[in-house]
C-alpha cells in the first residue's frame, strides 16, 4: 500500500486518521447518517459498500436491515469501533471490515448500493478518483449514494472561537463541490445512469461549543441502469 504523507509531511492519512479517532472514545455519534437512511429505507436489502465507515453506524444499521456489507476504512482505530458495535448489535456474520487507503486500493466486488457519506479528509484523499471508482463497483440495477458538505462549518468563520482553532476538522483545504459538480467529475457513460436526487439541504448540528448551528450538505443519489 502507498503511503502517502499528509501536507505537513509529518504522518500519513492512515495515521492521522488513527491519532484523530484516538482523542476520544467516540468520535461520531453512533447513529446512522440522516440521508443514508431516508434515501435507502424502501431499497430491497443485497450487498452494500460504505466507504469511509468510520465507527460503523451505517454499516450496522444497513446490515441490521438485512444487507450484507463490505465496510472500510483507513483507521486501524475506528475499524476496530466499527466491529465491537457490529458485535454488539448482533450483526457482525453480515459486516465485512476492510481497511484501505482510498488512494492505493479499493475494495473489490460489485455492490448493489455504494455509499459515500461525508468522504472528505484534511489528510490527502483523491476524491474525484475515489468516487469513480465508487461508481464502477456499482453492479446493474443498483444505487450510488454521495452526501457531502457544501460548505465549511460556521465555526471556521469565528477566528476568536478557541474551539475552532483546536478543531481538527476544519476544512481550509478540502474541496466542497457542489452536486452537479461531483456528477461532472464522475464521468459517466451516457445513457447508463440515471440521476434520481441532486439537492442541497440545511442541517443542524452542534458546534465545538455544543450550541446547534446550521451547516448546509448536498446529496447526489444515482441509479445504474440495468444492462
Not at 79 to 85: N, Y
Request: proline share 8%; aromatic share 4%.
Amino acid at each position: 500500500m502507498t503511503h502517502t504523507r499528509t501536507a505537513d509531511g509529518d504522518a500519513t492519512p492512515a495515521e492521522f486518521w488513527d491519532a484523530r479517532y484516538a482523542e476520544r472514545d467516540q468520535i461520531w455519534s453512533g447513529e446512522p447518517n440522516t440521508i443514508l437512511v431516508r434515501e435507502t429505507t424502501a431499497l430491497p436489502p443485497g450487498t452494500a459498500l460504505d466507504l469511509g465507515c468510520g465507527e460503523g453506524a451505517d454499516a450496522v444499521w444497513l446490515a441490521g436491515r438485512g444487507w450484507r456489507v463490505t465496510a472500510t476504512d483507513v483507521s486501524r482505530v475506528a475499524l476496530e469501533r466499527a466491529a465491537r458495535h457490529a458485535a454488539d448489535a448482533g450483526v457482525a456474520d453480515r459486516v465485512d471490515l476492510q481497511r484501505h487507503d482510498l488512494a492505493a486500493s479499493f475494495p473489490a466486488g460489485a455492490y448493489d448500493l455504494v455509499s459515500a457519506q461525508f468522504l472528505h479528509s484534511p489528510a490527502p484523499l483523491p476524491r474525484e478518483e475515489v468516487l469513480r471508482a465508487a461508481a464502477a463497483a456499482v453492479a446493474p440495477g443498483g444505487t450510488l449514494l454521495i452526501t457531502g458538505h457544501a460548505g465549511p462549518p460556521p465555526w471556521e468563520h469565528d477566528h476568536d472561537d478557541e474551539h475552532a482553532q483546536h478543531d481538527q476538522h476544519d476544512h481550509h483545504d478540502v474541496d466542497l463541490p457542489t452536486p452537479e459538480e461531483v456528477l461532472a467529475s464522475l464521468r459517466l457513460p451516457d445513457g447508463e445512469w440515471e440521476v434520481q436526487l441532486s439537492e442541497e439541504h440545511p442541517r443542524v448540528q452542534n458546534g465545538p461549543d455544543g450550541r446547534p448551528v446550521t451547516r448546509t450538505d448536498n446529496v447526489l443519489k444515482l441509479r445504474r441502469l440495468p444492462a
